[in-house]
């Protein structure tokens, strides 16, 4: 069985500082990686996705990437309340599919 | 860009009435849409696999003959739900692949529905 894990939180962060959310999954054999972010109420969105293991960085946003280790992590910089979601993680599967983590609540404090 | 776009936004329905709930992407074609559904602090739950021109790949446990997909075109994908009940009440969203190239999903804005 596939399996993407987060831990669900919530994480209260300090407004200003670095959030760091991670991901682990199951199969080794994983190609592609994703994070999303969904506000209460709303549809998940496209933050980042990362296929090569390292760092990738847009903006505020860097994802990492260990392909030895299987997780995926997201760093947000100079948190801002606007950044209060929960984060979803998601691990490309077959004919397009994700797999995906259940997600971990943000809590950017001010 | 990658817009995909739900219509409507939001339904209220009487039980036993069927909605249908149309997902297009507006600035690409694709090939492969999904259907989810998402209830209260809960995590997305995958419904279907929809392919452009082919039946729905449904996912365990969902009922292929009350949730009727159809894909009949690269830019619009189809959910009806036949004969709501209030347990159908939930959000439901759609997601499109842009480039058969990745597996990047673009969400709609997702669709309330409301059973009474």
């Known amino acids: 069985q596939k399996e993407v894990e987060q831990n669900s939180g919530p994480l209260s962060v300090p407004e200003g500082a670095i959030a760091s959310l991670n991901c682990t999954y199951s199969?080794?054999?994983?190609?592609?990686f994703f994070w999303y972010r969904q506000y209460s109420g709303k549809s998940p969105e496209l933050i980042m996705f990362?296929?090569s293991n390292g760092d990738k960085e847009d903006g505020r946003f860097t994802a990492q990437l260990n392909k030895a280790s299987q997780y995926v992590s997201l760093l947000i910089r100079d948190s801002q309340p606007s950044d209060s979601a929960t984060y979803l993680c998601a691990v490309g599967y077959s004919n397009y599919q994700l797999i995906w983590g259940a997600g971990t609540k943000l809590i950017i404090k001010p | 860009g990658a817009v995909v776009s739900q219509h409507p936004s939001r339904v209220i329905c009487k039980s036993g009435t069927s909605v249908k709930i149309e997902c297009r992407s507006l600035?690409?074609?694709?090939?492969?849409m999904f259907w989810y559904r998402q209830f209260p602090k809960q995590s997305l739950m995958l419904m279907a696999t929809?392919?452009?021109?082919?039946?729905?790949?449904?996912e365990q446990g969902v009922e292929k003959d009350k949730f009727l997909i159809n894909h009949a075109s690269l830019t619009l994908s189809t959910l009806t739900v036949t004969s709501a009940h209030p347990e159908d009440s939930s959000f439901y969203i759609c997601?499109?692949?842009?480039?058969?190239?990745?597996?990047?999903?673009?969400f709609g804005p997702g669709t309330r529905l409301t059973v009474l």
């Open positions: 199969d080794r054999g994983s190609q592609s």
């Open positions: 929809s392919n452009e021109g082919s039946k729905a790949t449904y």
């Open positions: 990362i296929y």
């Open positions: 600035d690409f074609q694709a090939t492969t």
């Open positions: 997601s499109a692949v842009r480039d058969s190239s990745t597996d990047t999903q673009y």
